[in-house]
């Protein structure tokens, strides 16, 4: 018999173990899944409860479906998956009015995206009009149709899934729709100690069937409440907007982060810093983040590619270049 989920947590004041120990009730669950990638399970249940959609991006077979599917089925809410092809309508993914004739009306029939965390698999195979139908929901956590708002219940996340490698049949995302994301996380090939593990535990039925809630839905939402409670000193503000400041300056960038990014890069970190069990940021958490929240928004110059120029190796040089906040400031 499974485990209960654990009892719901108070959500007017912020305790970092009780926080950090539910959190990692999770990791620990979607663990049970996808082996020897904890640093990426813990990323994605950090965009988790910050509140933030995920773009995972990897090569085939690396575990992107397993790690968003071990998620859902690890919190007790409701969750979807949308298969992303080519001739997905937009009516598919927010939903469509069909006129009932018994009630001589039109009713309203929700699509895949009314769920508190949605799968959006191969995201880049559908065409870009079907993809711009994710924004609305991604930022205001709302969906209009033919003029009617219909609320996404909370939480709410996007996990999406592409594939780097192949381009054949894919229409690349749009800038606005990367920028809605959260963060971009790579999974990358387990070690061999790991991989000899997957051998022996996935030979047998899907590990899924076995992952059981261990929080529920309305537990995952008082955890992004909390999240706002975790203190940023003024001093790491300041860091933060240096850090996208200077990519607005930098000559190998043509598109430096939005205001949206900075925000973003803040509420990682405060989420970041509950989930190791503490009520405040420090300068560590922010460097930690920086790729993964910030290297999908930045587009190179032309001669910068030319040059074997990365956004990555962009941001480390900015990382380096700016002097690190040394205290609190509380």
Request: aromatic fraction near 4%.
């Given at each position: 018999?499974?485990?209960?989920?654990?009892?719901?947590i108070?959500?007017a004041e912020l305790d970092p173990a009780?926080?950090?120990?539910?959190f990692?009730?999770?990791?620990?669950s979607v663990?049970?899944?996808?082996?020897?990638?904890r640093k990426?399970?813990h990323?994605?249940?950090?965009?988790l409860?910050?509140e933030g959609h995920?773009?995972?991006?990897?090569?085939?077979?690396?575990?992107?479906?397993s790690?968003a599917?071990?998620i859902?089925?690890?919190?007790g809410?409701?969750?979807?998956?949308?298969?992303?092809?080519?001739?997905?309508?937009p009516?598919?993914?927010?939903?469509?009015?069909v006129?009932?004739r018994a009630?001589?009306?039109?009713?309203?029939?929700?699509g895949?995206v009314f769920?508190n965390?949605?799968?959006a698999?191969?995201i880049?195979?559908a065409?870009?009009?079907?993809?711009?139908?994710?924004?609305?929901a991604?930022?205001?956590r709302?969906?209009?149709?033919?003029?009617r708002?219909?609320?996404?219940?909370?939480?709410?996340m996007?996990i999406a899934?592409q594939?780097p490698?192949e381009?054949?049949?894919?229409?690349?995302?749009p800038?606005?729709q990367?920028?809605?994301?959260?963060?971009?996380?790579?999974?990358g090939?387990?070690?061999?100690?790991?991989?000899?593990?997957?051998?022996?535990?996935?030979?047998?039925?899907?590990?899924?069937?076995?992952?059981?809630?261990?929080?529920?839905?309305?537990d995952?939402?008082?955890?992004t409440?909390?999240?706002?409670l975790?203190?940023?000193a003024?001093?790491?503000?300041?860091?933060?907007?240096d850090?996208?400041?200077?990519?607005?300056?930098?000559?190998?960038?043509?598109?430096?982060?939005s205001?949206?990014?900075?925000?973003?890069l803040?509420?990682?970190?405060?989420?970041?810093?509950?989930?190791?069990?503490?009520e405040?940021?420090?300068?560590?958490?922010?460097k930690?983040?920086?790729?993964?929240?910030?290297?999908?928004?930045?587009?190179?110059?032309?001669?910068a590619?030319l040059?074997?120029t990365?956004?990555?190796?962009i941001l480390?040089?900015?990382?380096?270049?700016?002097?690190?906040?040394?205290?609190?400031?509380r």
């Amino acid at each position: 018999m499974p485990a209960p989920p654990a009892p719901p947590i108070p959500v007017a004041e912020l305790d970092p173990a009780l926080f950090a120990e539910r959190f990692s009730m999770v990791v620990d669950s979607v663990e049970q899944v996808i082996q020897g990638k904890r640093k990426s399970a813990h990323l994605a249940v950090t965009c988790l409860v910050a509140e933030g959609h995920l773009l995972i991006e990897d090569v085939p077979g690396v575990g992107k479906t397993s790690l968003a599917k071990a998620i859902a089925h690890s919190i007790g809410g409701s969750w979807r998956r949308i298969q992303f092809t080519p001739d997905l309508l937009p009516s598919d993914v927010t939903g469509v009015s069909v006129w009932n004739r018994a009630t001589n009306q039109f009713e309203f029939r929700p699509g895949g995206v009314f769920a508190n965390l949605v799968l959006a698999d191969e995201i880049n195979r559908a065409s870009p009009k079907t993809q711009s139908a994710l924004l609305e929901a991604m930022e205001e956590r709302q969906v209009t149709v033919d003029s009617r708002t219909y609320r996404l219940e909370r939480p709410f996340m996007v996990i999406a899934t592409q594939n780097p490698i192949e381009h054949e049949g894919t229409y690349p995302l749009p800038e606005a729709q990367l920028d809605r994301f959260l963060m971009r996380i790579r999974m990358g090939y387990p070690d061999r100690a790991a991989e000899l593990k997957i051998l022996d535990l996935h030979g047998g039925p899907s590990l899924l069937d076995d992952v059981h809630p261990v929080l529920r839905s309305e537990d995952v939402a008082h955890l992004t409440h909390q999240v706002h409670l975790v203190h940023v000193a003024p001093s790491l503000k300041g860091y933060i907007i240096d850090l996208v400041t200077a990519t607005r300056d930098h000559p190998g960038l043509a598109l430096g982060v939005s205001t949206r990014g900075g925000l973003s890069l803040q509420r990682a970190a405060r989420a970041f810093a509950a989930s190791l069990g503490r009520e405040y940021v420090i300068p560590d958490d922010i460097k930690l983040l920086v790729q993964p929240v910030l290297e999908h928004r930045l587009i190179l110059t032309p001669d910068a590619q030319l040059r074997g120029t990365t956004a990555a190796g962009i941001l480390d040089e900015i990382l380096v270049s700016l002097p690190v906040p040394t205290s609190r400031g509380r």
